[in-house]
Structures are given as C-alpha cells and as structure tokens.
C-alpha cells in the first residue's frame, strides 16, 4: 500500500476552512435552538390545551424523525412547499435547529417539572405573579439540573453537523471527502477528519464530564 501523508498538510487550509464551518454551525444551531427549545418548553406546560398540542405536535415529530431525513426534507421538500429558496448553509441551520430545539424542549421541560411546587407556591405567596415566579425562581434552579444534559446535548450536535454534508454543505466531513475524491488518497484523508474531529471533541467532552460531576444534581 503506497501512503502519501503529505496531502493532509497540503490541503490543510481546506481542512481548517471545514472545521471552523462545523464550529459556526454548531454555535449558530445552539443559539437559535436555545430559546427555541425554552418556548417549547413554556407552551408544553401552558395552560392552553391549544399551546401544549402545538408543542406536543412539534416535539413528537422532530425528536422522532432521523435527523438526515429532516436534513432531505428541509433540502428538497419545504423550498417547493414554501416557494423559498435557500442556500445549503441555510437549509442546514433550519433542520439543524429544528431537530434540536426539540430535544432542548424536553430537557428544559424535564428541568421545570423537577423543581418542587412549593418553589412556585413560595413565590406567589410572596407577591410575584406566576411569570414573574417562573423566570426568577424556578427557570434559574431548572437552568442548573439541566445543564450537564445540554452540555451532552452540545457534544452530540458537534458530531451530528457532519451529517449536513450530504447536501454539500463545505463543513469537515464534505471538505474531507472532496479532498478525497480529487486526491484518490482515502485512508489519509479519512484518518485525518477522524483526527481532526476527536482533537475538536475530546476537549468538549471532557469538560461534560466536569461539568456532570460539579453540577448534577444528585436527590
């Protein structure tokens, strides 16, 4: 087997260029699917049956949907539906964001539901109104039991933005391969997104497990 490792540090403006698109993606999707995911959150335990459909519906859908497929979907499916047309960078972001402002939904919900009522009934009884109570007393506690499982949630995101190169979007994994396709050089190029990716994700996993240890919460 003739090896030609040169071609990773020949092409390593292009491999960077990749990487720092799978870290823009990742921060713009977590960004958007933050508040996203607290809205969710808030309708599902609304008051309103309409409220708390409409985020049922929402939730159920894209959680159980395999992400590639909202990738196709959002690709192919909603220009024609929407008569809009999107650039690939873009028709990422939105399924990206979809699929995990529906896991933040659940985790944000599950972080409420753990904070006992008397929290809530201490509050109203000191004169805040129930808004005024939930954004002052009960988010800020929910905020710190769910925040070993976003961090998880942000390391899966991480990995799961190669996924996007499938509708040739220029992140690592698309880089990679196009690299591999015009070199013919596949065990180095391959090799080297696997190296790339573990350098990038090692450090983000680590600090998960830092912060799993000094802020989850034990009953």
Known sequence: MNLDWTVIWTS?????????????LTVLTM?????????????????YRVLRGMSLAFVELFRNLPLILIIYWAFYVMPMALHVQMSAFTTALVALV?????????????????????QMEAALA??????????????????????PVFAST?????????????????????TSMQ???????????????????????YPQAKLVDWIHRKYGVKE
């Not at 799961?160 to 499938?166: E, H, I, M, R």
């Open 31 to 47: 960004l958007m699917a933050l508040p996203g995911g607290i809205l969710l959150a808030l309708m599902r335990l609304s008051n």
């Open 179 to 201: 690299i591999r396709a015009h070199t013919f050089r596949v065990l180095e190029m391959l090799t080297a997104m696997a190296v790339i990716y573990w350098m990038m994700g």
């Open 154 to 174: 942000w390391v899966s995101l991480f990995k799961d933005t190669s996924l996007v190169s499938v509708i040739a979007v220029s992140e690592l994994a698309y």
């Open 12 to 24: 390593r403006d292009a491999l960077l260029e990749g990487a720092g698109m799978t870290v823009l």
């Open 98 to 118: 979809l699929n995990i402002s529906a896991y933040n939904a659940e985790t944000f919900r599950a972080g409420i539901n753990s904070i006992r009522k008397g």
């Open 126 to 147: 000191m004169g805040m109104s129930r808004r005024q109570a939930m954004f002052k007393v009960v988010i800020p506690q929910a905020a710190r039991r769910i925040l």
